[in-house]
């Protein structure tokens, strides 16, 4: 594997992220890493180790440092160390779930990506407790789990020992009613995030509806993550900034952001304080935030 690093530093005035604030905000491309053929999600844990999944060869590669190899797993099959569409990646320090979308199952491996069960999401009697066609995956820190149902257009809870809670979102909700879910995220303050390509979805824990995210200015959106105090999102060709609570700090078009290796086809983003990672369809962008 190739590692091709660039070094450029790219300026951004007040109005280019954030409207109204004296400041400037410097991004320097620190090189790329990563080969892949169709990269589509982007993860990186408490340990800083980054995880990509690639929909076409169906791995999903874990660098613990980036210029160093990575170790892969999967290709396409049913097999417990196989995949059909990995999607959503999520740690806890000790395990490490992978979205397995055509197995309709969630996948569970230790830290170092060494299997240890698989949990089906499908063959409950009662059909509105099964789960088709997962998209994402997330984890609250009291352990329940939130997967996004790209089957029918809704989150589903369960409890640590996957026992079906509830569900939310889907054709019966009142409010916050999704209708082309993405992927998901969650919160330090434990709101879960549902990207649409033109809006986000806020819910609580409890599947409660709370508000509505860039609709009117997001478009095509694609990938997104949540820091401490920000949601960061992508569409191809473009990079957006909110605060968590919904208001705008700006967008930036990807050819603004100089590299040697062009930004284009941008499929995900990930923000670990001042690193920004983006992924594209076939290698990540390792970025450092100056603000």
């Given at each position: 594997?190739?590692?091709?690093?660039?070094?450029?530093?790219?300026?951004?005035?007040?109005?280019?992220?954030?409207?109204?604030?004296?400041?400037?905000?410097?991004?320097?491309?620190?090189?790329?890493?990563?080969?892949?053929e169709d990269a589509n999600r982007i993860y990186v844990d408490y340990q800083k180790?980054?995880?990509?999944?690639?929909?076409?060869?169906?791995?999903?590669?874990?660098?613990?440092?980036?210029?160093?190899?990575?170790?892969?797993?999967?290709?396409?099959?049913?097999?417990?160390?196989?995949?059909?569409?990995?999607?959503?990646?999520?740690?806890?320090?000790?395990?490490?779930?992978?979205?397995?979308?055509?197995?309709r199952r969630i996948q569970r491996y230790d830290r170092s990506l060494n299997f240890?069960?698989?949990?089906?999401?499908?063959?409950?009697?009662?059909?509105?407790?099964?789960?088709?066609?997962?998209?994402?995956?997330?984890?609250?820190?009291?352990?329940?789990?939130?997967?996004?149902?790209?089957?029918?257009?809704?989150?589903?809870?369960?409890?640590?020992?996957?026992?079906?809670?509830?569900?939310?979102?889907?054709?019966?909700?009142?409010?916050?009613?999704?209708?082309?879910?993405?992927?998901?995220?969650?919160?330090?303050?434990?709101?879960?995030?549902?990207?649409?390509?033109?809006?986000?979805?806020?819910?609580?824990?409890?599947?409660?509806f709370i508000q509505e995210i860039g609709k009117g200015i997001l478009n095509k959106?694609?990938?997104?993550?949540?820091?401490?105090?920000?949601?960061?999102?992508?569409?191809?060709?473009?990079?957006?900034?909110?605060?968590?609570?919904?208001?705008?700090?700006?967008?930036?078009?990807?050819?603004?952001?100089?590299?040697?290796?062009?930004?284009?086809?941008?499929?995900?983003?990930?923000?670990?304080?001042?690193?920004?990672?983006?992924?594209?369809?076939?290698?990540?962008?390792?970025?450092?935030?100056?603000?």
């Amino acid at each position: 594997m190739s590692i091709l690093y660039v070094f450029a530093i790219v300026f951004f005035e007040a109005t280019a992220w954030a409207r109204g604030t004296p400041n400037t905000m410097a991004l320097v491309d620190e090189g790329t890493f990563g080969l892949f053929e169709d990269a589509n999600r982007i993860y990186v844990d408490y340990q800083k180790q980054i995880f990509v999944a690639d929909a076409h060869t169906n791995q999903v590669s874990m660098f613990t440092q980036p210029q160093e190899s990575p170790k892969v797993i999967g290709g396409y099959g049913w097999s417990q160390t196989s995949f059909d569409t990995p999607t959503g990646i999520v740690a806890d320090g000790v395990n490490v779930y992978i979205s397995d979308k055509g197995n309709r199952r969630i996948q569970r491996y230790d830290r170092s990506l060494n299997f240890i069960s698989s949990w089906s999401l499908v063959g409950n009697p009662d059909n509105a407790k099964n789960c088709g066609y997962p998209l994402g995956i997330v984890l609250t820190s009291s352990g329940e789990f939130f997967v996004l149902d790209g089957e029918n257009n809704r989150i589903v809870k369960y409890a640590p020992d996957g026992t079906f809670d509830r569900s939310f979102g889907d054709i019966e909700a009142a409010e916050g009613k999704l209708q082309n879910p993405l992927t998901c995220s969650i919160s330090e303050s434990q709101q879960i995030y549902v990207l649409e390509p033109e809006r986000i979805l806020v819910y609580d824990v409890y599947g409660n509806f709370i508000q509505e995210i860039g609709k009117g200015i997001l478009n095509k959106a694609c990938g997104f993550c949540l820091t401490k105090k920000e949601v960061w999102v992508v569409s191809p060709d473009e990079v957006y900034r909110f605060s968590l609570e919904g208001s705008e700090s700006g967008a930036v078009p990807a050819t603004n952001i100089i590299s040697e290796t062009p930004l284009q086809d941008l499929r995900d983003i990930c923000v670990d304080g001042n690193r920004m990672y983006l992924l594209t369809t076939h290698t990540v962008h390792r970025i450092r935030i100056n603000r």
